[in-house]
């Protein structure tokens, strides 16, 4: 097993995912570290986001994860070998307010990397897009819409059950192109 | 009205303040139930923590509004709308008949 010293992002996820999960405790990773793994680096976030599915008590993730040596600064966990920052966030896995239905596993060496799919990996960059208005999520979304095989159908169907037709529809082809 | 599903008194008058203002910060929240502003304050943590609220701050205040992509956010948005029904009349009327338009500075009253 390679030292937490070495470990690339996703391998570092899959590690802390998988040593939560044979306690019981299952995350899934979210947020701007997803970007990552699908542009392939082309957006970089240093904050592993993991999503707390079902509402595991915080004292068992604080005591899991100071048994792999992170530990808790603000709401994030920091460990002395890594320069990345790991967060739960509180479930449900949703998108917008839908729940996410499939999770993609990915086996590394270090673990198995359980990771929102790309098709959700863009509705949720959109959907910050769509509430706040943020730009740089927007970009991220087309980043990963160009870099991976996403299901176009599937977000406009998402966008109009999220009330966001005209939203979607205004930037659609950049998703496409 | 809803404290035994919420369990505490203090989150439903966080949410429903919030829920009729769009926004709140806890000092207004406190001052208009007229209770303690380290309850207040708890209860903002923690909906924020449960991903319930969203914060920024304005100037030195922390406001909290829903977070607009908390999936029971419709849900929860009904329940209270049914539960506000079954305030008092003038409490409704305060919560909601409050300025949110400018008023131009210096503008006499």
């Known amino acids: 097993m390679k030292s937490i010293r070495n470990m690339t992002q996703p391998e570092l996820c899959a590690f802390v995912q998988s040593q939560l999960n044979e306690r019981g405790i299952y995350v899934v990773l979210s947020g701007g570290a997803s970007v990552s793994f699908y542009s392939s680096n082309k957006y970089v976030s240093h904050d592993l986001d993991l999503v707390n599915v079902y509402a595991v008590k915080r004292r068992v993730i604080h005591e899991a994860m100071n048994e792999m040596g992170f530990s808790e600064q603000g709401r994030h966990y920091i460990h002395p070998e890594t320069q990345y920052l790991v967060e739960f966030l509180p479930g449900p896995l949703s998108i917008g307010s839908e729940p996410v239905k499939q999770v993609d596993e990915i086996r590394l060496s270090t673990g198995i990397l359980r990771i929102i799919s790309p098709t959700d990996c863009v509705k949720d960059r959109l959907a910050a897009y769509y509430h706040w208005g943020d730009r740089q999520c927007l970009e991220q979304a087309i980043l990963v819409a160009k870099e991976r095989k996403v299901d176009i159908e599937e977000i406009r169907r998402w966008s109009d059950a999220e009330g966001k037709h005209v939203e979607f529809e205004k930037i659609s082809a950049k998703l496409i192109s | ?109």
């Open chain 2, 1 to 109: 009205m809803l404290q035994p599903i919420l369990g505490s008194e203090n989150i439903e008058r966080v949410l429903v303040f919030i829920f009729t203002r769009n926004e709140g910060y806890a000092t207004e929240i406190a001052r208009f139930f007229e209770t303690d502003l380290y309850g207040i304050q708890n209860q903002l943590d923690k909906l924020e923590t449960g991903g319930v609220l969203v914060s920024r701050l304005v100037g030195r205040t922390r406001l909290y509004t829903f977070n607009p992509r908390y999936p029971f956010l419709k849900e929860i948005k009904s329940l209270l709308d049914k539960a506000l029904s079954f305030y008092p009349a003038e409490v409704r009327e305060k919560l909601l008949m409050n300025r949110r338009r400018p008023r131009r500075r210096g503008k006499p009253l």
